[in-house]
């Protein structure tokens, strides 16, 4: 049985704020949104932080790259001008700070560890240490995930007790022999190329299922109707959220 929130809020709060921002966190909440995922980099401190791209430009002001900052550096940039001006004051923000925001609303997360190339190690390593030392004192544990097999390696190193999902865009031949030696509850999967078998192929195996990213109710609908046990979605405004499932 999943148990956690079918239905995720992309990046805090989809398409309708800046991505990976309190205000996308604040925006999902007044959606009706109580469970988020996000992406978690190291700046060069080895401080993780919220973020997406390696790259500055697209959506933090600046150029260079997350490693080349410390993570002072990144929570004093511009994270929300790109978005609208409203949001000119929205910072990169700690990942201690959304775990907080989330901590403090009830939000439950979908932590992906996101790292820049050459710190997968270390990213799953901090990641999953920092997550570990939030939860101490107990609430719903997050669901890591990350499209690297190292980090994911690592973050069950460091706190074997945190459950991990393993990103994949497209579901490759020899999933489950992977699945098995990386230990993981859930495989996160690019809904696109997915089929109606592989999903079968998957929950046969006990493992579940998480698609991201599902921008239309019809999809949604579908791929519940497959088994599908959640996904995120940047539709926050057109998708309702499911209660958890008892
Ligand atoms: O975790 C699901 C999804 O966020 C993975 O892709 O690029 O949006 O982080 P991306
Ligand atoms: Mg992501």
Redesign the pocket.
């Given at each position: 049985m999943w148990p956690y929130p079918r239905t995720v809020a992309?990046?805090g709060g989809g398409t309708l704020a800046p991505e990976n921002t309190i205000a996308a966190l604040r925006c999902g909440l007044e959606h009706g949104y109580r469970a988020v995922?996000f992406?978690v980099m190291l700046a060069s401190d080895g401080v993780p932080v919220v973020v997406?791209d390696v790259e500055l430009g697209r959506t933090v002001a600046g150029s260079g790259a997350i490693p080349d900052y410390t993570a002072a550096q990144l929570e004093a940039m511009d994270a929300g001008s790109w978005f609208g001006p409203q949001f000119a004051g929205e910072r990169v923000p700690a990942f201690d700070a959304v775990v907080a925001y989330c901590q403090a609303h009830g939000i439950w997360m979908?932590i992906?560890i996101?790292p820049a190339p050459g710190f997968e190690v270390e990213t799953g390593t901090v990641v999953a240490q920092r997550t570990r030392r939030h939860f101490a004192g107990g609430g719903q544990l997050p669901l890591l995930?990350s499209f690297s097999i190292a980090a994911l390696e690592a973050a069950r190193e460091a706190a074997p007790e945190l459950a991990r999902g393993w990103?994949v865009e497209e579901l490759p031949p020899d999933w489950l022999a992977q699945a098995r030696a990386l230990g993981v509850v859930a495989i996160?999967c690019d809904h696109s190329p997915l089929t109606r078998e592989q999903v079968a192929a998957i929950k046969a195996q006990g493992y579940g299922v998480f698609c991201?990213?599902v921008n239309t109710q019809a999809r949604a609908d579908e791929l519940l109707g497959w088994g599908v046990d959640g996904f995120?979605t940047d539709r926050i405004d057109i998708i309702p959220p499911v209660p958890v499932m008892a």
């Open positions: 992309h990046r995922e992406d997406h979908n992906e996101k995930s990103l996160h991201y990213t995120c």
